[in-house]
């Protein structure tokens, strides 16, 4: 049981960290608190909705290719909202990017309730990843344990791309110094536009991916954002790392929390967050995205 | 002089005549508070449909006492403190003549205690707090369906038939609703059922759908039976992720299950060894001509199947219409004296009336097993059991005694 439960609690954490990375990419280079990240997801969400039924419903790749297009359709509004809005505001005051991110979450609810309603709706689970491997009376969930390996190959092409390739070592040179990056000639307005492309994705991603696992409706938004908030808090805003290690300690603790101090549970990831902003008065700043 | 004086307090007393007649004329004023957006907007939006309807079938047939009736709909979105403010602005400004239209249990209690201060007639048909007949009951309040400890009672008697259960699990939504659902079950299974071991409740917090961790401490205790006073997102979220820990192999699931919860869960409902708890599902209730007739003309507006919460909502208007006929008048003194003396034919039964120490209709609840049947493209209750709403509610002395302890 505590095996199974330190699994559950690892799955919980991949998901989180999709969500989590995107946000805290986009702070790591443009400085913007996105708001409108959980509107992303929930946006992936429901395209994967529409796009399962349309591609090859109940096969795995026709599920895997539904979330891609989501993701990607996902991150061509982001691209939008960056170029047309976003763009003009970098390097302002706080209060206006608060006020442009989460007019866009409003927006985005209401259409979003306008097309499908307000009622919850149900994405088909791919028939393959339906079920347990069963071991004796144990049984391990198949789709958490297959989103977790899609979340771990996310995470290793992360890595690559932003050690790898050139495409990184701009993207770490800009979150370093921007004022020196643009003096080296390098376009700064495309890194900022790919970064919250980029972002937008993965948020994308996270959402078409969680879909058949939970309620799909038109107030994730805001569920999402606020355990992402939580994540970041913990792992730094800014530090992919922190991220990674953030979102598996909060999906953990809970796990283990709910096992062994049933009434504590969400009190625990509370503590940890509070602990780390007492002991790292940086916290939430964090660090570079290195 | 004197005839001079007369003359005008006759004037005075016809021109107030006519003021008061014209008010009469007027249409009868339906206050809609509803939480129309944030976490309720799904059920409001229903009940409201289901409020449309009756409010066109009274007027087509001449409305209350003669005078049309209209809704009045305002958002309160699912906030207290709005749908107070909300509920206020209709009754001094727009001067309804009942308030109706709440979901949230705390908005409900919100409104209720404007309805108390400003004495107009208020009544749930959605939000089901027993609180808001027991502790904080106050005379211009009714409710029209089976309050959450009724549903829970109702589940317990329909657990304790079940021989082969032994061991019973509880895991609710982390608030007041999911905290006294668990307290009423257990209490009312403990006198079914003295033999049944009941395991620490777990409670998840509200809107939860990282059900995993929850599942797998519940399933550790080793449950026949798992009690789950949740519903929405963590609801669906259980159903789902409940299949991939062999939940459904291992022990049964006994939860509230509406119909917009049936329909939302389509093909993901796991094959077996699922009960719902429902307060008026189309399809379970007698299909008399009247309520093949509102199903179809639902239908027809709104293209989908009545939920629970279009029927109730339903009922609940034609109720009001049928106490303000026998009272005579829309006057808030003269609805609450008419209000037990009404013996209301609804959807869901015949002589459906109210409780005046409460203002509890005897509603009923319905517990079935969910299954796929031919006909719907969503899971349906089969074999269902409908538990009248008399033998379901506290008993009397049980409520003054709350009353007296809350004071």
Redesign the interface.
């Known amino acids: 049981?505590v095996l199974?439960?330190l699994v559950?609690?690892l799955?919980?954490g991949m998901?989180l960290f999709l969500i989590a990375s995107g946000l805290t990419l986009i702070f790591g280079v443009t400085r913007i608190i996105n708001f409108a990240h959980g509107s992303f997801y929930m946006l992936g969400a429901f395209l994967t909705y529409e796009l399962v039924p349309l591609i090859a419903p109940g096969t795995l790749w026709g599920f895997f290719v539904a979330v891609a297009v989501s993701a990607a359709a996902v991150s061509a509004l982001g691209v939008l909202f960056e170029t047309t809005v976003l763009r003009r505001i970098y390097g302002k005051d706080g209060i206006l990017q608060l006020i442009v991110t989460v007019a866009l979450v409003l927006i985005i609810r209401d259409l979003v309730?306008m097309t499908w309603?307000?009622?919850?709706?149900?994405v088909?689970?791919p028939d393959a990843l339906?079920?347990?491997l069963?071991a004796g009376?144990t049984?391990?969930?198949?789709?958490?344990i297959a989103i977790f390996a899609a979340g771990l190959t996310v995470v290793f092409a992360m890595i690559w791309v932003i050690y790898f390739t050139r495409a990184g070592i701009l993207l770490r040179a800009g979150t370093d110094d921007r004022g020196m990056v643009a003096l080296l000639g390098v376009n700064e307005k495309l890194i900022f536009t790919a970064v919250f492309a980029a972002g937008a994705f993965l948020a994308g991603l996270a959402g078409g991916l969680s879909a058949?696992?939970?309620?799909v409706?038109?107030?994730l938004d805001t569920?999402v954002i606020v355990s992402a908030f939580i994540v970041c808090v913990i792992g730094g805003l800014g530090n992919l790392y922190g991220a990674l290690a953030g979102a598996l300690v909060v999906g953990v603790t809970?796990?283990m929390g709910?096992?062994y101090f049933?009434?504590l549970?969400?009190v625990l990831i509370f503590l940890i967050m509070a602990a780390v902003l007492i002991a790292r008065s940086m916290g939430r700043q964090g660090g570079p995205a290195r | 002089m004197l005839e001079k004086n007369k003359k005008a307090v006759v004037a005075v007393a016809l021109a107030a005549l006519a003021t008061s007649a014209g008010a009469q004329d007027g249409p009868v004023k339906v206050g809609f508070a509803a939480d129309l957006t944030g976490a309720c907007a799904a059920l409001s939006e229903d009940g409201l449909n289901g409020a449309k309807i009756a409010a066109e079938e009274i007027n087509a047939v001449g409305g209350i006492l003669g005078r049309q009736v209209e809704l009045i709909v305002r958002d309160t979105q699912t906030k207290p403190d709005e749908g107070a403010k909300v509920a206020r602005d209709l009754i001094t400004n727009d001067r309804i003549d009942v308030l109706t239209g709440v979901c949230s249990s705390a908005v409900m209690l919100a409104e209720s205690a404007v309805s108390a201060e400003l004495k107009v007639p208020f009544y749930a048909a959605i939000g089901s707090t027993q609180r808001a007949n027991i502790e904080l009951f106050q005379p211009y309040f009714w409710q029209v369906q089976a309050n959450a400890t009724m549903e829970a009672y109702a589940a317990a008697e329909y657990v304790a038939k079940k021989p082969e259960w032994e061991k019973i699990s509880a895991l609710g939504s982390d608030y007041e609703w999911g905290h006294t659902s668990v307290a009423a079950f257990t209490e009312r299974l403990k006198e079914l059922r003295p033999d049944i071991a009941f395991a620490d409740p777990i409670y998840a917090k509200v809107g939860e759908t990282a059900m995993a961790p929850y599942i797998t401490a519940t399933l550790a205790q080793q449950p026949d039976a798992v009690f789950a006073p949740l519903f929405g997102p963590s609801l669906g979220a259980t159903l789902k992720q409940g299949q991939g820990f062999g939940f459904f192999q291992k022990t049964n699931l006994v939860t509230l299950m509406t119909v917009d919860t049936l329909q939302s869960q389509g093909a993901s409902m796991p094959a077996a060894n699922v009960y719902g708890i429902a307060r008026a599902p189309f399809f379970a209730l007698e299909q008399s001509p009247e309520v093949t007739a509102f199903i179809e003309t639902y239908r027809a507006a709104y293209g989908e199947y009545p939920t629970d919460w279009a029927i109730n909502a339903y009922d609940g208007l034609h109720f009001y219409a049928a106490v303000a006929e026998k009272a005579g008048t829309v006057e808030a003194e003269a609805i609450i004296a008419a209000l037990p003396q009404v013996s209301f034919d609804g959807l869901r039964e015949k002589g459906l009336t109210i409780r005046a120490l409460d203002g509890q209709m005897n509603a009923p609840v319905y517990v079935g097993k969910a299954a796929k049947v031919e006909g719907y493209d969503f899971p349906i209750l089969t074999e269902v059991e409908k538990f009248e709403g008399a033998p379901l509610m506290p008993a009397e002395d049980l409520i003054l005694q709350a009353r007296e302890a809350a004071r």
């Open positions: 049981m199974i439960q559950n609690g799955m919980e998901t309730r309603g307000a009622n919850s709706v149900s088909q689970m339906m079920g347990a069963v009376n049984y391990f969930p198949l789709f958490p058949p696992y939970g309620e409706n038109y107030l569920t809970k796990a709910v096992m049933p009434r549970s969400m």
